[in-house]
């Protein structure tokens, strides 16, 4: 199992001087910022959308949102976690406004040597598709719950700082919101609820 990242206290004083700043109006402190950040919520974005143009537009609405409120930051939270949520709410502002009509197969690689059968990729595509755009139409308090987990890859621990939330009212968030995924979409799932599970998991 992966060791939790202990970020050092120099890098801590770093990225909260390149926070206050960029909050006072520090445009180059801001492009520190951002360059310290851009990988991970490209990489939050791809995982949802699929397709690289997609992902840079997002990291771009993103950074336009943390910039307008970094004001408001509090430095008692960790600033990953709040961009984390700032990104998984973008995301999902993304998939509303478009239907998703890309393979959205950021969340699993097949394997390299693997010959698929079209009926077989079709469907894998149309599900992931379905669960997506269903994550995108769940309610504020489940969608931002399970996009953090789905497209931030956060673990229950993490996505409670980043909503300042109790664990246990995470575990119910997530339990309630793939409830909710199965119920709406139906007979797509009914046979097959471990492709439920792998693509909110």
């Known amino acids: 199992m992966a060791q939790p990242e202990v970020p050092s206290p120099e890098g801590d004083a770093e990225e909260r001087r390149l926070i206050d700043r960029s909050a006072s109006g520090d445009q180059e402190a801001f492009r520190q910022l951002v360059l310290r950040y851009h990988r ?11 397709e690289l143009s997609l992902a840079e537009d997002v990291a771009q609405d993103v950074f336009i949102k943390v910039h307008k409120a970094l004001p408001t930051y509090r430095h008692d939270r960790p600033f990953k976690h709040w961009l984390h949520r700032v990104a998984a709410n973008a995301v999902t502002d993304a998939l509303r406004r478009r239907r998703p009509v890309v393979s959205l197969d950021g969340m699993e690689q097949p394997p390299a040597s693997a010959v698929p059968d079209p009926q077989d990729v079709a469907a894998r595509h149309d599900l992931q598709r379905a ?3 269903a ?3 769940l309610p504020p308090h489940y969608r931002d719950t399970i996009a953090l987990q789905a497209f931030g890859e956060l673990s229950y621990d993490e996505i409670a700082r980043a909503l300042d939330i109790p664990l246990g009212t995470v575990m119910s968030r997530l339990n309630g919101a793939k409830r909710l995924l199965r119920e709406r979409l139906g007979d797509l799932v009914r046979s097959s609820d471990d492709e439920v599970e792998a693509n909110t998991a």
């Open 40 to 50: 991970l919520v490209i990489n939050v974005a791809f995982r949802a959308l699929g």
């Open 135 to 137: 994550i995108a139409n």
């Open 131 to 133: 669960v997506r755009h």
